[in-house]
């Protein structure tokens, strides 16, 4: 399978698989019981990700391992200015909507107007596209790893958002339809960035250490917070199984491809 393919089937699966679920713990009470084991499962494969494989290819490719770290510590303080500024510019009081973001995102239905987060959605979909792509452009098994940390973090954000739509007045029909049309944007990051990052080579350590930051961003500053709201011990030690679960499986996952 050509390397173009394998963006357009990781980036159009991971959304559509991504929405898919979401919908289903969104609509289905039942399932819902299970999305702080999702939660927990998707911080271990992020976490994984990061540091078993998308950080270790960056350091091969890259002439300056400082720099690398650099635009690490860059990209995590990039995606923190622009979540104050989302805050910022939908509240200026102590409490609103837009401090309970991070909430929302773990599936509570109070949050965010639902335009607000189908255009955010787009541009977050359509950045997880340009990852998946340098990912891809760097070797397939790498870009397979990236995908899956990417959906499996996608999932939780994905019931938030659908919750959000719902509780914004949107009908069942038409908060499924634009989660979906929004997870098209990702198969268009990923063949825009296919065409643009093979002569622009020298940009995909960069591009690899912000995905990192990215990913390791969402999993410490965005979702283990949340799981501190289960404090006894025996949310505790299901919390540090499901992590290792998550680490583990990427790490198999990538095992079994470099064979």
């Not at 792509?133 to 996608?154: C, K, P, R, Y």
Request: with cysteine; proline share 2%.
């Amino acid at each position: 399978m050509s390397v173009l393919l394998w963006i357009i089937v990781a980036s159009l699966s991971g959304g559509v698989l991504s929405v898919m679920f979401a919908a289903a713990f969104a609509l289905n009470p039942r399932a819902q019981r299970y999305l702080n084991a999702m939660v927990s499962y998707a911080i271990g494969a992020m976490l994984g990700a990061v540091f078993l494989d998308i950080l270790p290819e960056a350091i091969k490719l890259t002439p300056d391992v400082a720099i690398l770290s650099g635009t690490v510590l860059f990209g995590i303080l990039l995606f923190f200015i622009l979540e104050k500024l989302v805050l910022w510019r939908h509240c200026h009081i102590e409490h609103c909507e837009a401090h309970e973001l991070i909430e929302s995102e773990q599936g509570h239905d109070h949050g965010r107007s639902g335009m607000m987060i189908t255009v955010g959605d787009t541009f977050h979909n359509f950045v997880d596209g340009v990852i998946i792509a340098a990912a891809f452009l760097t070797d397939t098994h790498l870009g397979i790893v990236t995908a899956i940390a990417i959906i499996a973090h996608e999932i939780p954000q994905e019931v938030g958002d659908f919750a959000i739509l719902l509780h914004s007045g949107f009908s069942k029909t038409r908060a499924f339809q634009l989660n979906i049309i929004s997870s098209f944007a990702s198969v268009v990051g990923g063949v825009l960035g296919y065409y643009t990052l093979q002569t622009m080579r020298a940009w995909t350590p960069s591009l690899l250490a912000l995905a990192a930051a990215s990913l390791l961003y969402v999993s410490v500053a965005d979702l283990i917070p949340g799981l501190h709201k289960r404090a006894q011990l025996r949310d505790t030690f299901e919390q540090v199984g499901l992590i290792a679960m998550g680490v583990l499986t990427v790490g198999m996952v990538g095992h079994w491809l470099a064979e």
